[in-house]
């Protein structure tokens, strides 16, 4: 008789041969897929040890637990009696083994079936893909029209929701996120003005950094990198609290009630993020200037006075209403983006966790296309 030895927690095999041509296979203790269970290998072994066996049979008076990995094997155990032409006998097997093998075993599958699933052609997976894109669109517009109706009951003072959630989420989006929005900024100021300095040092022309720094943040760097923290931190918490929401069937519950999750949910936090990044936005200006003030006066040796009449007189209106404007667009974008995935967000806690990957991916990209839409049609205005 044969033995493999193994840990007692596992599933054991073994084989004993009551003549040349019958192999009894014992099969004892827990076979479970989450421990690590005897390969199949091992009844090709013996059975490429003792070429003439005919007769094959089961032993299991020390089988104590079994799921579906115990199935798997004496599934392929009986693909290889039938290769070989030997005789199984089931008999030895719990009425309940037995049972789950006939249903398994009831439609054969079909040949050739895992090989044709594997092999998917190109034009296959692209038009998947399309398909997947295009659904993702309509379910993006349809979540922009809900909002958009939503809106127009916040106009009218017809939208349910808290004020309290609203107070709320204006405090995490505004007072709570100028720590980070500040050290970015500025460390964004400095490297604006190193990057001018080298060059501009090279003809005399180092007041012109106060130039760089202050239309580079105020027209863009300043409402894309705020924007973009602001991905980071608060699209991601939308998401995730949303998807945590709909995990729990808060959301639905909503719905039962009759309240809409958009008007209760998804509008005060697009409120909050609309009222809090232009003010960002200007503060973040103002960090960026100060940052390539303190390179200027630091490397450059030029005067915080001059410094800063020169910034002043470069700078317009219209430079600082275009990087408003792009700001709150940028916050609506990260409104929508969070919410959005929160709400396809699947009923696992690990699903929690991709919608929060999903919300800063998403709103990120929009960010960057929405920028460049700007820059063309602010070009195209001439401003």
Known sequence: MGAVAQRLDQGRISFERTNDSTLVIHLSGPWHLQRDLPPISLLLAELGSRPGTKRLSYETAELTHWDSGLISFLTNTAEICRARGITEDRAGLPEGLKRLLELAEAVPEKKGAR????????????????????????????????????????VRGKARYRKIDLLEVIQECGP?????????????????AFMGAVQLSQFGASIYVA???????????AAMMTAIIMSGR???????????????????????????????????????????????????????????????????????????????????????????IKGTFYGVLIAIAGCLRGFQCGNS???????????????????????????????????
């Open 115 to 154: 090989s044709e699933a594997s092999r998917v052609s190109f034009f296959t997976r692209v038009g998947n893909a399309t398909i997947g894109y295009g659904l993702s669109v309509n379910e993006f517009l349809g979540f922009l029209g809900d909002l958009t109706v939503a809106f127009a009951k916040f």
């Open 176 to 192: 709570n996120a100028i720590g980070i929005v500040t050290l970015i900024c500025f460390l964004v100021g400095v490297i604006l």
């Open 211 to 221: 130039d760089l720094v202050g239309i580079g943040m105020v027209r863009d760097m």
């Open 234 to 324: 608060t699209g991601a918490a939308f998401a995730a609290k949303l998807g945590t929401m709909k995990v729990t069937q808060e959301i639905d519950a909503l719905t039962t009630m009759g309240v809409s999750p958009l008007e209760f949910l998804v509008l005060p936090r697009v409120l909050a993020l609309v009222l809090m990044m232009p003010l960002l936005c200007v503060f973040a200006d103002l960090v960026g200037i100060l940052g390539g003030l303190f390179v200027g006066v630091t490397m450059l040796d030029l005067s915080a006075g001059s410094y800063m009449r020169e910034t002043i007189s470069t700078l317009t209106m219209v430079n600082l209403f275009g990087g408003i």
């Open 349 to 383: 806690s690990s699903a929690v966790g991709d919608a929060a990957t999903q919300a800063v991916v998403m709103a990120i990209v929009m960010i960057v296309v929405a920028c460049g839409l700007f820059a063309v049609v602010f070009n195209f205005l001439g401003i």
